[in-house]
């Protein structure tokens, strides 16, 4: 069952704060989260394991809240390099094949 | 910095031909995974793959699909009779093991057009 990511799509200046919120109705294991840029590959940004991490990452932050079965991605001054859509990848099981079910991505724009 | 390489990066083919999409996961890695992309779409797992043998697959990778790691350093994906719907982008991936708290990187693609 494929995590909800919202919102669809956001448009920001550069400097403002964006957050992505990524949320299951099935318990989670874990929560990566990738950046794809047009015609490219997703990269890796970060992982958030169950317990209730943060993690941050220069300007760019998470959280994973194992209880509401919830991550949010927090993107702080943005800059124009953060542009691209941002998916949630979820895992509902700890030891497994590793799969990633990925969510439909949150486009994010920041215009200068 | 190691990174996952693929080829080719665009494939054209016909309609129930075969195709095989090649991978070279990071060196040290020891669990590789293809996923695909419908244009326009979300990423979605097609299969992944540890110790020469599939760990996990999904309703996707049906029966026109397999994986081969013919040597040490390549993995494979061939689609045996491909179909117009198979059109998309081919990411495979690669981690240093399986588990939650072991990143995948993934390769560039190769995009399949089926005409």
């Known amino acids: 069952q494929q995590p909800v990511q919202s919102p669809q799509a956001v448009i920001l200046r550069e400097g403002e704060d964006a957050v992505i919120n990524c949320s299951s109705s099935?318990?989670?294991?874990?929560v990566h989260w990738y950046r794809q840029k047009h015609g490219e590959a997703p990269v890796f940004l970060m992982i958030?394991?169950?317990?209730?991490e943060q993690k941050g990452h220069e300007k760019i932050s998470a959280s994973f809240n194992e209880k509401k079965q919830q991550s949010s991605l927090y993107l702080t001054a943005s800059q124009l390099s953060y542009s691209g859509t941002y998916f949630c990848?979820?895992?509902?099981?700890?030891?497994?094949?590793?799969?990633?079910?990925f969510g439909e991505g949150t486009q994010l724009t920041v215009n200068p | 910095e190691p990174e996952v390489t693929q080829t080719p990066s665009h494939q054209v083919t016909q309609m129930g031909q075969e195709v095989i999409l090649r991978c070279v996961p990071i060196?040290?890695?020891?669990?590789f995974y293809w996923y695909r992309q419908i244009l326009g779409q979300k990423v979605e797992f097609l299969v992944s793959?540890?110790?020469?043998?599939?760990?996990?697959k999904s309703e996707i990778f049906d029966d026109q699909f397999s994986v081969e790691r013919p040597d040490g350093s390549n993995f494979t994906l061939k689609i045996r009779s491909t179909k117009l719907e198979d059109s998309a982008m081919y990411f495979c991936a690669s981690s240093v093991d399986r588990g939650s708290r072991y990143e995948q990187y993934f390769g560039p693609g190769t995009r399949l057009t089926v005409t």
């Open positions: 793959f540890y110790n020469n043998e599939i760990s996990e």
């Open positions: 099935k318990a989670l294991y874990s």
């Open positions: 060196s040290n890695h020891l669990y």
């Open positions: 958030l394991l169950k317990g209730g």
């Open positions: 990848g979820t895992e509902r099981k700890e030891t497994s094949g590793s799969r990633l079910t």
